[in-house]
C-alpha cells in the first residue's frame, strides 16, 4: 500500500477555501465583542429598570445569588455589569417593563451609551475578575443594609408615595479615604529593618 497524497484531496482545498471566507466571522468571536452564551437549566428572572439603569431580580434560581447584586427593601437589584454577565454565563433573562424578553445585544447598547455607570473596559474587568472566581461589587454601595441606619446622602434605596424607587450611585461619603490619608499625620518614622553588624 502506497502512501497517499492527501495535500492534493480537493476536499482539503474546499475547506480551506471556506475558512478563508469565515475569517472575518471567526475574528468577530475571538475579539472578545461576542461571548459564548452557556445554557443552564435553572434560569433566573429579572425586569430591566431604566430609571435606576440596573435590572430588578424577580425569580432567584441558584446559589450565585450570596454574592451578586445588591439587596434593598426585600428586592435584588443588579447592576448592567452583573446583569450582563450572568447573562453571558446563561443564568439570566431580563425583561423589558412590557414582559418582553431584552436581548443581549440591547443590553450591550444601554452599557455602551454610558448612563449605567459603566463602560465596556469595567465590565471587561469585572467579567474577567468573576470568571477567575473573585467576587466583585461597586465601590461604596453596600450589598446590603440589614440592620444599617440608611442616613440621607448614602447610598440607598427609597421608595416614594408613588412606588417608584431611586438609588443613588455615587454615595457622598465626607469621611473618603483620600480625605483620611490627607489628614494623617505621620511623626515618627523609623526603620524596621536591623542591620547586622
Known amino acids: 500500500m502506497g502512501s497517499d497524497d492527501w495535500g492534493s484531496c480537493s476536499d482539503n482545498e474546499d ?18 465583542f461576542l461571548s459564548k452564551l452557556q445554557f443552564r437549566k435553572d434560569i433566573s428572572k429579572a425586569r430591566w429598570v431604566d430609571d435606576l439603569a440596573m ?8 446559589k450565585m445569588w450570596v454574592t451578586m447584586g445588591i439587596v434593598r427593601n426585600g428586592n435584588t437589584y443588579c447592576s448592567i455589569e452583573e446583569t450582563l454577565f ?9 425583561l423589558d417593563g412590557n414582559d418582553i424578553h431584552l ?6 447598547e444601554k452599557l455602551s451609551n454610558g448612563k449605567s455607570g459603566c463602560y465596556w473596559e469595567l465590565f471587561e474587568v469585572y467579567k474577567h475578575l468573576r470568571s477567575l472566581g473573585y467576587v466583585v461589587g461597586r465601590h461604596g ?10 442616613q440621607s446622602g ?4 427609597e421608595g416614594s408615595q408613588d412606588s417608584n424607587e431611586m438609588l ?3 454615595p457622598k461619603d465626607e469621611n473618603s ?5 490627607n489628614n494623617m499625620q505621620i511623626t515618627d518614622v523609623q526603620s524596621t529593618i536591623q542591620s547586622r553588624n
Not at 55 to 62: N, Q, T, W
Not at 103 to 108: D, I, T, V
Request: glycine letters at 6%.
Open 168 to 170: 443613588e450611585m455615587e
Open 103 to 108: 436581548s443581549l445585544k440591547e443590553l450591550y
Open 154 to 157: 448614602t447610598c440607598s434605596l
Open 15 to 32: 475547506y480551506l477555501q471556506d475558512r478563508n471566507e469565515d475569517d472575518d466571522e471567526e475574528d468577530c468571536y475571538s475579539s472578545g
Open 177 to 181: 479615604v483620600i480625605e483620611l490619608f
Open 141 to 150: 454601595i453596600p450589598w446590603s443594609v440589614k440592620g444599617q441606619q440608611i
Open 86 to 94: 450572568l447573562i453571558e454565563i446563561g443564568a439570566l433573562h431580563v
Open 55 to 62: 435590572a430588578e431580580v424577580v425569580e432567584k434560581k441558584g
